[in-house]
């Protein structure tokens, strides 16, 4: 009898780390990939769009896109955008022409609240970015939030230090208001942060072996990693770089990797430590937070995944 597959919406901004997530998605057979929603913030939303397009077209995704937030939740527009980790246009400044791949015209969050309605309480929502689009729907249907089944997001630190500030991760700290939105709408919820992100590294190495046998798609994955390991480099000196993104995936794809608790996760909106995620731990919580990982199991797991799929 076959494994019934898990449908997903992946939301996000590629990004280096990103495009990783979705090759790994796409090669997940346990994952029904229902649609790409792209949202600010490794780059700005064209960017990050054309970017999601792009690595479609390389992959094979042939999940329809919707272009969404461009800004925060209270409206602000973005100030900056990583380019130190991702380059200017978030996929390491290299040539991104897309050949014929087009957003849809109905805007992520609509989607969102579409997608829900025709497959209630069986969609999983994997974020792996700002929560402002889900915050967006949230606000725009009351009801949106009762047909989610669960998301599973990368962002958040429970017992370990931010990492842009002391207390707060990016992904949170890049729109507090939209991630308090989402942490109070009775959502079931993953956690997929820094505590087991920051357990789980990769390295241009492995990479190189791991696409030996993906010739068409080895100097893309090669030369934008490249970027990616050399901005830990430069600025941690560390000779491996954390696998982020992709752990979210991996939540997805087998659980059971991962130790989590149960409790409920709130967002500080003021002061020094806005941003940061708070984890109390309750038995009748509907959060989760992973806290440990078996971080060989998820490299192995990754790596066997994608070259058996992309070969």
């Not at 077209?57 to 329809?64: H, K, R």
């Not at 390491?92 to 109905?106: L, R, S």
């Not at 700290?173 to 920051?198: K, Q, R």
């Not at 491996?240 to 967002?267: M, W």
Request: charged share 20%.
């Amino acid at each position: 009898m076959s494994r019934s597959r898990r449908k997903v919406v992946l939301d996000t901004d590629p990004g280096i780390d990103d495009a990783m997530a979705l090759l790994y998605l796409h090669a997940c057979d346990s994952l029904e990939l229902l649609g790409v929603t792209t949202v600010f913030g490794n780059a700005s939303i064209d960017d990050c769009t054309t970017n999601t397009l792009f690595l479609c077209e390389q992959f094979g995704v042939i999940a329809p896109v919707y272009r969404g937030a461009d800004r925060l939740l209270n409206g602000e527009t973005p100030e900056e955008y990583p380019d130190f980790v991702h380059g200017k246009n978030g996929l390491a400044d290299i040539d991104v022409t897309v050949a014929e791949k087009t957003a849809e015209d109905q805007e992520a969050s609509h989607f969102l609240i579409k997608a829900t309605k025709a497959n209630p309480n069986e969609i999983t929502i994997i974020a792996i970015a700002r929560l402002t689009n889900i915050a967006l729907a949230i606000n725009k249907d009351p009801t949106f939030a009762s047909r989610v089944k669960e998301i599973i997001f990368m962002g958040g630190a429970a017992n370990c230090e931010g990492n842009v500030t002391t207390w707060a991760e990016a992904n949170i700290i890049g729109d507090p208001e939209a991630a308090s939105t989402v942490f109070n709408a009775g959502i079931p919820m993953v956690m997929v942060g820094l505590d087991v992100t920051m357990q789980t590294w990769l390295s241009l190495d492995i990479l190189d072996s791991m696409t030996s046998g993906m010739a068409q798609l080895k100097p893309l994955l090669l030369s934008i990693n490249n970027v990616y390991a050399n901005s830990y480099k430069t600025r941690q000196n560390w000779d491996e770089f954390p696998v982020h993104d992709s752990s979210a995936i991996a939540y997805a794809h087998n659980p059971k990797l991962f130790g989590t608790e149960r409790g409920q996760i709130t967002c500080t909106l003021n002061g020094e430590a806005r941003g940061r995620t708070v984890f109390e731990p309750a038995a009748s919580g509907n959060h989760r937070v992973c806290l440990s990982v078996n971080s060989t199991a998820l490299v192995d797991g990754y790596l066997k995944t994608v070259t058996a799929a992309y070969r």
